[in-house]
């Protein structure tokens, strides 16, 4: 079924880095934008970037320029979401989002928890 | 960056109930703008994108109004399934931003 499966929780300390996956499957990989979305503890939800995956474009929210990577691999049909130095403040659920459109987005991985703390 | 407030921040309302959230934008957004449930440790559901869209799936009881700054999310008839927190969330330009939330539970 078409599904996102994002990689497993965790836990950094704080400088390091972090590298989440999302693997899609059930639909063509190339065809639709893939954004990152993070969500504190008891926070809004926070955009922080998106690929399109046809072509390798990114875009980044100015939040989390030069910390941020969005890549992907069209051959594994999975998405990467790279945050370094990493900070306390970091800690949260990251999630990634996909669909039809570039502004709105049916469907989600379910999140992967990233804890920073010494 | 374009702000997105809500309000009530939460609601508690009785089963059968019509539910109204609202959402504004600190700029105009034209219809750019798109609703979503969130349960408690789970990701985001789509339920209304540019404004009124039913995403496909969703119960017709759910609906969306507005444009420019002032939106409205009315939830007719209130469902036990229905608790969770509520998100507005524009794409009119970058950044894309979300509300605060409403939490919505049953009284």
């Known amino acids: 079924q078409v599904q996102l499966v994002q990689s497993g929780a965790e836990v950094k300390k704080p400088g390091a880095s972090v590298k989440v996956s999302c693997k899609a499957s059930?639909?063509?990989?190339?065809?639709?934008?893939m954004h990152w979305v993070r969500q504190a503890p008891g926070q809004r939800l926070e955009w922080m970037g998106w690929?399109?995956?046809?072509?390798?474009?990114?875009k980044y929210s100015q939040k989390f320029q030069g910390r941020v990577t969005i890549t992907r691999d069209t051959s594994a049909s999975t998405a990467y979401m790279e945050l370094i130095s990493l900070r306390s403040e970091d800690t949260a659920v990251y999630y990634c989002?996909?669909?039809?459109?570039?502004?709105?987005?049916?469907?989600w991985g379910k999140g992967t928890t990233v804890t920073v703390s010494s | 960056d374009i702000q997105m407030t809500q309000s009530p921040s939460s609601l508690s309302a009785s089963v059968g109930d019509r539910v109204t959230i609202t959402c504004q934008a600190s700029?105009?957004?034209?219809?750019?703008l798109n609703w979503y449930q969130q349960k408690p440790g789970k990701a985001p559901k789509l339920l209304i994108y540019?404004?009124?869209n039913l995403e496909t799936g969703v119960p017709s009881r759910f609906s969306g109004s507005g444009s420019g700054t002032d939106f409205t999310f009315t939830i007719s008839g209130l469902q036990p399934e229905d608790i969770g927190t509520y998100y507005c969330?524009?794409?009119?330009?970058?950044?894309?931003?979300f509300g605060p939330g409403t939490k919505v539970d049953i009284k």
């Open positions: 989002a996909s669909g039809y459109s570039y502004g709105y987005w049916a469907l």
């Open positions: 059930g639909y063509i990989f190339t065809r639709y934008a």
């Open positions: 969330q524009h794409y009119d330009s970058l950044p894309f931003t």
């Open positions: 540019d404004a009124f």
């Open positions: 690929i399109n995956v046809g072509n390798g474009n990114t």
């Open positions: 700029q105009d957004i034209s219809n750019y």
